[in-house]
T-cell receptor, first 119, second 113 residues
Framework: AQTVTQSQPEMSVQEAETVTLSCTYD???????LFWYKQPPSRQMILVIR??????QNATENRFSVNFQKAAKSFSLKISDSQLGDAAMYFC????????????????FGKGTSLLVTP | DGGITQSPKYLFRKEGQNVTLSCEQN?????MYWYRQDPGQGLRLIYY???????QKGDIAEGYSVSREKKESFPLTVTSAQKNPTAFYLC????????????FGSGTRLTVV
C-alpha cells in the first residue's frame, strides 16, 4: 500500500511571508495523482491543488504551487503571500490510477500539517 | 446544487449500541468512501465502494459495516465491536471519469457516552 508522510506536524508563518509544507510518498506505480487538501476549523475538506504524475510541470493555483520531484517521491506545497485565512490543517494525499489497487480509487492521506499564520 | 449530505452532524452513542451514520450524494458519482479522523492521525480509510452492491474494506474496517444498495447512498454502521468509536467521520465520493473530482461531506462527530 502507498504511504504518505508529512514530517512537519506544525508550521508557523507570518502574514505576507512564504511557507513550504513537505510531503513524501512511497509507491511502485509510475502513474498516479497527488493532492493537497486544506481543512479549516469548520472541518470541511477543500481541494487546494492537484498534480498528475505524468506531467512534469508543477501545478499552480494562484498563491499555491507545488514542487513535484517524481524521482525523489516528494510533493511539497508552497504558499506565497500567506494570509490569515490560510491557517488550517493541510493534508497531502495520493491516488492510484489502478482500480485494482488495494484501496481502489480512494485517497491515501498523510497525517497532516497544522499551519499557523501570525499577523 | 449537487453535493454530499452527512447526517447527523453530532451523534452520541451509549456503549454497546450500534449507530448508523448517513451519507447521501446527488452528484451521480460512482465511488463512495468513509474515512475516520482522529487528532494526529490524518484520515484513515474505513470502507469504500466503487459500484452499487459492492464494497471493500479499507485500512481500519474492524467494528464497522456498510451497505451500497443505491448509487446515492453509503451508510456506515458503527457496531458495538468498535472499541474506540469516538471520532470525526467523513464521507466522500468521486467519479471514475474525473480522477480529481472528490467531494467531501461536512462530517459527523460521534461521541461515546
Amino acid at each position: 500500500a502507498q504511504t504518505v508522510t508529512q514530517s512537519q506536524p506544525e508550521m508557523s508563518v507570518q502574514e505576507a511571508e512564504t511557507v513550504t509544507l513537505s510531503c513524501t510518498y512511497d509507491t511502485s506505480e509510475s502513474d498516479y495523482y497527488l493532492f493537497w487538501y486544506k481543512q479549516p476549523p469548520s472541518r470541511q475538506m477543500i481541494l487546494v491543488i492537484r498534480q498528475e504524475a505524468y506531467k512534469q510541470q508543477n501545478a499552480t493555483e494562484n498563491r499555491f504551487s507545488v514542487n513535484f520531484q517524481k524521482a525523489a517521491k516528494s510533493f511539497s506545497l508552497k504558499i506565497s503571500d500567506s494570509q490569515l485565512g490560510d491557517a488550517a490543517m493541510y493534508f497531502c494525499a495520493y491516488r492510484s490510477l489502478l482500480r485494482s489497487n488495494r484501496s481502489g480509487y480512494a485517497l491515501n492521506f498523510g497525517k497532516g500539517t497544522s499551519l499557523l499564520v501570525t499577523p | 446544487d449537487g453535493g454530499i449530505t452527512q447526517s447527523p452532524k453530532y451523534l452520541f452513542r451509549k456503549e454497546g449500541q450500534n449507530v448508523t451514520l448517513s451519507c447521501e450524494q446527488n452528484l451521480n458519482h460512482d465511488a463512495m468512501y468513509w474515512y475516520r479522523q482522529d487528532p494526529g492521525q490524518g484520515l484513515r480509510l474505513i470502507y469504500y465502494s466503487q459500484i452499487v452492491n459492492d464494497f471493500q474494506k479499507g485500512d481500519i474496517a474492524e467494528g464497522y459495516s456498510v451497505s451500497r444498495e443505491k448509487k446515492e447512498s453509503f451508510p456506515l454502521t458503527v457496531t458495538s465491536a468498535q472499541k474506540n468509536p469516538t471520532a470525526f467521520y467523513l464521507c466522500a465520493s468521486s467519479s471514475h471519469g474525473t480522477p480529481g473530482g472528490y467531494t467531501f461531506g461536512s462530517g459527523t462527530r460521534l461521541t461515546v457516552v
